[in-house]
């Protein structure tokens, strides 16, 4: 590949590659590079959730686990599939047995929110084996959220409907694409038990909630603070 992709916990931040000559040449900085980033036709940015010190209660709000991986918005249309990361970048070369398992999905086209993630022998994500590619062939997406199905915009709808048909596309269950299971019951009791398994945290997304591209209030996240993916965050300097 001509990128070269820095990591971040849940997200792939990649930006342009130069071999060092033309570095030296151009000196083009990494600033200006990311100012002139253009999103490909047909990538949509995803919908992201704020971060919380606690999860919300009550009976308004379900939540799922955050798992610790590649933000992936698949698209498949006319053209085909593509894996589109949080910057827009296709990834569909490096994951081909998800692009596989969403072309096989029983529609005519579909745009599908989820997160790509390697599981260790626990069966927890684990950003270590899919960040070194060497894992790449393992690589599942945990899809939460439908956008498009057949031509027809589902973003104005309320979530539990979107998550109703992405579960009956996504049935039987495939090899690379699974549906990230929700929960409707108290949120500070899902995130002590996701804790309690290792897990990164988790989201909480309020009942009726339409889809909205770029930070969300109704969609919430809690890190648990010992995840390895919290770890990472503080340690890294995303700087350099």
Known sequence: MSLRERTRPGLG?????LPSPFRQVFCIPRTLTLHLRTHPRGHIKPCL???AERPPSGPDW???IKHDGFRIVARRDANGVRLYTRNGYNFAGRFPQIVEAVSNLKVRSCLIDG?????DKRGLSAFDLLRSWRHDHAAVLCAFDLIEVDGKDLRSGPIEERKH???EILH???KAIVFNVHYDCDG???FEHACALGCEGIVSKRLGSPYRSGRFAHWVKVKNPK???VKREAEEDWGR
């Open 13 to 17: 931040i990649i930006e342009p590659y």
């Open 49 to 51: 959730p704020l971060p």
């Open 62 to 64: 379900l939540h799922e």
């Open 115 to 119: 997160e790509a993630i390697v599981v």
């Open 165 to 167: 048909v992405l579960a």
């Open 172 to 174: 039987p269950e495939r």
């Open 188 to 190: 500070a009791t899902i």
């Open 227 to 229: 995840a390895p993916a």
